[in-house]
């Protein structure tokens, strides 16, 4: 097993730019597009607002974002990671949130590299981190037999890849990134706690991970030592403590270099959680199919298996969190707002009288033919009697169904404008867009203040 560990960590240092494929590149700058939008938005939240608020007398030289704050890199970290999950708009299918782990911790380490961090190191090392936070999950035997445990795995596997993008940045060699890899398996944590009364935990867990990965990276780069068994079968090992009964270890380096996980991870185009995002599009493709205006629906059922609806099954809308997690409100938010993009989850919207009347006729049942990792089956009955069902297994912003370019920049400016004025806004999209270009990516800088 400590020849898979190694291999990461080789894998981490040797991998070159010119080694990743163009169309890899390309979606790695749609990511990084993506996450610098929900994270400027982000940071206009309430969580992001008042964690700010607990470094306002430290002082540093790493931005906060879309502010003028700035503080230590491993407090910018957690800051921009936070901000970056605050609203359910980052990306998806990765560790699971990888972006709004990854480039936080990135961007930190830049900031404290001590030489320009070209564009293409730069989304080398995304790439990178990406790779790692992904692995570290398969490796836990996936995604809802991990977080089926109870164990939030944009935290608990994404500590990985930040401590993977940090190391590449910081060019630490192979030895180092193997003991940053075990020092972020001690920082490792996360639970789902926060399913249950819609608490804002779930937002702190993507900053705490870039803030843990990049401190890892820190420690091993001045010579402190990381476990090299850390994968392996033996008493307190990550697998054998966090996935004890589904851990698949040859995950680690199954077809590393070849298969790369990025290629799997989604954009989302609703701010919602993505166990949410099929039902939303199967809900709209049976409003078209059966042509029947909103006011002629008498109710949805919606199959989904057990892991989905413990997590995407809840009631309560009373706090953006509770509603983002909740797949009967998302349906409603449909039908009664005609979207799911963030305005319908603002607390005018969530507290629109119709939707308590619309979520009292969306019923969820859980299926237990239904396989943990496939998506729900959506039934509309109207109101003459007509019924169709539909499962869309491929969601709207899924690589198999990606958002185009168009719809990307769209959502990119809805987010960005929020704090920024537009002229900004597209200066910053044009530096990305051509991000492979820039000789040094601390430049962005001025345009995230």
């Given amino acids: 097993m400590t020849e898979r560990m190694q291999r990461l960590a080789k894998f981490c240092v040797e991998t070159q730019f010119e080694d990743l494929p163009p169309a890899l590149v390309e979606q790695a700058k749609r990511h990084i597009l993506d996450t610098f939008g929900a994270t400027l938005a982000g940071a206009d939240s309430e969580v992001a607002k008042t964690a700010r608020q607990v470094f306002e007398d430290e002082t540093g030289g790493t931005l906060v974002w879309s502010t003028r704050q700035r503080v230590g890199a491993a407090q910018a970290a957690m800051l921009n990671g936070i901000a970056a999950h605050a609203l359910e708009l980052d990306d998806t299918g990765g560790c699971d949130h990888s972006g709004a782990v990854v480039l936080p911790a990135v961007m ?6 001590g030489q320009p961090v070209s564009g293409r190191e730069f989304i080398t090392a ?8 992904r692995r570290v999950l398969e490796a836990c035997g996936g995604y809802s037999a991990h977080n089926g445990a109870g164990w939030h795995s944009t935290a608990t596997c994404g500590v990985f890849g930040a401590a993977a993008a940090s190391a590449r940045i910081f060019r630490l060699n192979a030895g180092q990134t193997l003991s940053a890899l075990g020092i972020a398996g001690s920082f490792s944590g996360g639970l789902w706690a926060f399913i249950h009364d819609g608490s804002q935990s779930k937002k702190l867990h993507s900053g705490r991970a870039a803030e843990g990965g990049l ?6 780069q001045q010579g402190i030592s990381g476990p090299t068994r850390l ?3 033996v008493w307190g090992g990550f697998l054998q403590t966090l996935a004890a009964t589904t851990s698949t270890p040859e995950a680690l380096d199954a077809d590393l270099g070849t298969v790369w996980k990025l290629a799997r991870c989604s954009i989302k185009p609703y701010a919602s959680c993505r166990g949410t995002h099929s039902a939303i599009d199967a809900l709209g493709l049976l409003l078209d199919q059966l042509n029947v ?6 109710d949805i059922q919606v199959s989904l298996c057990g892991f989905l609806q413990n997590m995407c099954g809840g009631q309560d809308v009373g706090t953006l969190a509770a509603a983002q997690m909740s797949l009967a409100y998302a349906l409603a938010a449909r039908l009664v707002h005609g979207h799911c993009r963030l305005q319908a989850y603002d607390d005018e919207a969530r507290n629109d009288p119709r939707i308590v009347q619309w979520m009292s006729r969306i019923r969820l049942e859980a299926d237990p033919q239904l396989s943990e990792d496939g998506e729900p089956v959506v039934t509309l009955r109207t109101v003459d009697g007509r019924q169709a069902s539909l499962c869309v297994e491929v969601p709207l912003g899924a690589p198999g169904n990606a958002l185009s ?4 920049e769209e959502k990119f400016f809805s987010l960005a404008e929020r704090v920024m004025p537009r002229g900004q806004a597209e200066e910053l999209m044009g530096q990305l867009w051509r991000l492979e270009e820039l000789e040094s990516v601390l430049s962005l800088d001025r345009w995230l203040t």
């Fill in 405 to 408: 370019d168009v719809a990307l």
């Fill in 108 to 113: 930190a380490a830049v900031s404290m590299a």
């Fill in 293 to 298: 205006p909103v006011d002629q629906v008498e």
């Fill in 231 to 233: 994968f392996e079968d």
């Fill in 215 to 220: 401190l890892a990276a820190r420690f091993a």
């Fill in 126 to 133: 995304v790439v990178i981190g990406y790779e790692v936070g």
